[in-house]
């Protein structure tokens, strides 16, 4: 029996003996037909009360009752949510996310951080919600197979857990909420290929490997770019979702590839490491393409500069708030879907300032639409 159903128990003799306590004071206070020492004369001037004494007393316990129960079902679920550690623009929307649908559900929400994207410090995280035996783990893992042994251990322990933005392999969980990364990848994909010819250079930033999100970005990626144009020659610049590796690496890329016509980026951090480097090789913007990843602030202002040519946008604020609620809902004993896709949009100058308004990333953005 976990600490919901313990508490549960507990809530319910709290208010049978508290309704106890109020019928006897309101029995022993109220006769029927007189008027109550308490009730106040200017009511219904001074005459006898529309509402018997007995029926006010029981319309008090069930007021006291309602409340009672309402704060009790509001304290039921608590939910730990974890993130990677990572404080680019898009997790901070993923992040904002996932506090609004906290504090909507009224649960006790807990909001915690891998420092420095560490996989043991991710580990030890999800061992003391454990412990603390929450409801509920909504969870970014920095290691996709590396919190495999932690989650098996929460989900042992009636513990529901949702993977947010980032899947989970060697572990059955709850359910998985993020964009389907294949399929915005192969957008991303498509349109690079419509930008050059067979035979054409093409740069591409990846994500973290060790993640599913990184790995499937790739894949969608090369799949869609391949299938359409042969014989291209895809330059892979490895990071860890770090915008300094990004800028380090499509530098050393274009000096040995000059004629490099796209650089697609796994996400919009490495789309902001590439601009830099195409700006200390002395280009203008649009002389090399560039595709970003996420529809962050950041990639959409470099959009509207015209450093950026198109981007594979996803809902960032939606997944964390939707991740979050999906954990509430399980935590409920609610059916979940095993897998959620929140998902994408192909932005292109032509309809990014729509989809900034529309998507909410408008606000945060430096350029604003016209």
């Not at 410090?121 to 042994?149: F, H, W, Y």
């Not at 610049?237 to 040995?256: C, K």
Request: hydrophobic share 45%.
């Amino acid at each position: 029996m976990n600490g919901t159903k313990h508490a549960g128990i507990l809530e319910i003799w709290t208010l049978v003996k508290l309704l106890g306590l109020l019928n006897r004071f309101f029995r022993f206070q109220c006769v029927r037909g007189q008027k109550s020492v308490f009730w106040p004369n200017f009511i219904n001037n001074g005459d006898t009360p529309m509402i018997t004494k007995r029926t006010f007393g029981r319309l008090a316990i069930a007021a006291a009752a309602a409340t009672l129960f309402t704060s009790a079902m509001a304290a039921d679920v608590t939910v730990a949510y974890i993130t990677n550690g990572n404080t680019n623009e898009g997790w901070t929307l993923i992040n904002g996310g996932a506090k609004k649908a906290g504090q909507a559900k009224g649960v006790k929400f807990i909001e915690l951080a891998a420092e420095k994207g560490e996989l043991s410090r991710q580990l030890a995280i999800v061992e003391d919600m454990i412990t603390r035996k929450v409801n509920a783990i909504a969870i970014a893992p920095v290691d996709s197979a590396g919190i495999a042994p932690a989650i098996n251990k929460a989900m042992a322990a009636g513990i529901a857990v949702v993977a947010v933005d980032t899947g989970i392999t060697g572990a059955k969980i709850s359910s998985y909420v993020a964009t389907d990364n294949i399929k915005a990848a192969n957008v991303q994909g498509k349109w690079a290929a419509e930008q050059i010819k067979d035979g054409d250079t093409v740069i591409y930033v990846t994500g973290d490997q060790g993640q599913s999100t990184g790995q499937e970005r790739k894949k969608g990626f090369v799949d869609a770019l391949n299938a359409v144009r042969k014989n291209v020659k895809i330059v892979e610049v490895p990071t860890t979702w770090d915008q300094t590796m990004a800028q380090n690496g499509v530098e050393a890329a274009l000096r040995a590839n000059p004629n490099a016509k796209v650089i697609a980026c796994a996400w919009d951090g490495g789309a902001l490491g590439a601009k830099a480097a195409l700006m200390a090789a002395g280009k203008k913007p649009g002389d090399v393409k560039i595709a970003g990843f996420d529809g962050s602030p950041g990639g959409l202002d470099m959009m509207k500069q015209g450093w950026q040519q198109a981007n594979a946008a996803q809902m960032l604020a939606k997944i964390g708030q939707v991740g979050v609620e999906t954990a509430i809902a399980a935590a409920q004993g609610k059916k979940v879907e095993a897998r959620i896709d929140t998902g994408s949009f192909l932005v292109l100058p032509s309809n990014v300032d729509k989809f900034a308004a529309d998507s909410g990333v408008g606000q945060f953005m430096k350029v604003k639409g016209k």
